[in-house]
């Protein structure tokens, strides 16, 4: 299952590495009341909610770029067991036509960049994998994009300890040399920048891509659900810290319906990942392309 855009010279495409079991709307969005929902129904499914985790690519004539690497393989015990697909799906996506493919190299050999927006498990699961305890990277050509703000909140000794998936698919990038630290807005390639959008974590940060004068933006976890088009200030119970993240989603949502950007939301539903965001009257709701 693919959704895809054109944005100046690059093919955007949506996959989705798993579905986690779905929960109820309080669970993942502890301060909004029950009833506030009601209007948003059509964004829950049968009255659940259910996340996504879809990882964007990016594919111009000379440069393929990954746009987070999901929850990896799994089977994951805190996922309901569910298992990944991310590496399989990224590699038809890239795959060259059966007549001309080099079984010497990988489709995954093409991507040139792996951009994390943040370092929460379900956006590096793929990032490495291991063999005899040692790491690899499964996209062994890239560069792996990592915000500043991010790296060191998550690898403070405390933090470390808590979290297995920055030990096992972020520390190891550094001894490999895979990995790029970043500050502040930064053009990670022609026409492709990342751009600090803190609060879910303190390093979040959305991808712009301005290409052919056409602009599109990859939200990561700006948005987790439809319902905060049109309801900014709703935010994740995990937000790192609410009132930022609220003022992030506020100040990118609007110059996302001002500008006409296409936006990829990797955690939205099958079909509705890749929309633009659309004012009508006081309220802006969400446009799937
Ligand atoms: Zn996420």
């Known amino acids: 299952m693919a959704d895809k855009a054109t944005i100046g010279d690059f093919e955007m495409t949506a996959v989705i590495d798993m579905v986690p079991p779905s929960r109820a709307p309080s669970a993942m969005f502890p301060e909004v009341p029950e009833s506030a929902w009601d209007p948003y129904q059509d964004t829950l499914e049968d009255g659940q909610l259910q996340l ?38 990224v590699s038809d996506v890239l795959a ?32 490495l994998r291991y063999s005899g305890g040692m790491p690899a990277p499964n996209f062994r050509r890239a560069r792996y994009i990592i915000s500043r703000d991010d790296y060191d909140y998550y690898t403070e000794e405390k933090m470390l300890e808590q979290s297995p998936h920055v030990q096992r698919q972020v520390i190891p990038l550094r001894r490999l040399r895979l990995q790029q630290i970043v500050e502040g807005e930064h053009e990670v390639s022609e026409g492709v920048m990342v751009v600090p959008a803190p609060g879910h974590t303190p390093g979040h940060q959305v991808v712009l891509i301005n290409s052919g004068g056409q ?47 296409v936006v990829a939301a990797g955690h939205f539903p099958p079909g509705k990942q890749i929309g633009k965001v659309v004012r009508e009257g006081n309220t802006r709701h969400w446009e799937p392309l």
């Not at 001309?100 to 699961?125: C, E, K, M, W, Y």
């Not at 119970?237 to 006409?260: F, H, T």
Request: hydrophobic letters at 35%; glycine letters at 8%; charged letters at 20%.
């Open 215 to 261: 602009k599109a933006m990859v939200a990561g976890d700006l948005l987790h659900n439809i319902a905060q088009i049109s309801e900014p200030t709703w935010c994740a119970g995990v937000d790192w810290n609410k009132e930022i993240s609220a003022a992030s989603r506020e100040r990118l949502l609007d110059l996302a319906e001002k500008e006409g950007w």
């Open 96 to 127: 060259p036509p059966d007549n001309t493919r080099n079984t010497n190299v990988s489709p995954s050999d093409q991507v040139n960049f792996v951009i994390h927006t943040h370092l929460h498990a379900d956006h590096v699961g793929w990032n």
């Open 52 to 89: 996504y985790y879809g990882v964007l690519v990016l594919v111009s004539s000379d440069r393929t770029i990954l746009v987070d690497t999901g929850m990896g393989p799994g089977p994951h015990p805190d996922r309901g067991n569910v298992t990944g697909n991310l590496y399989e799906l």
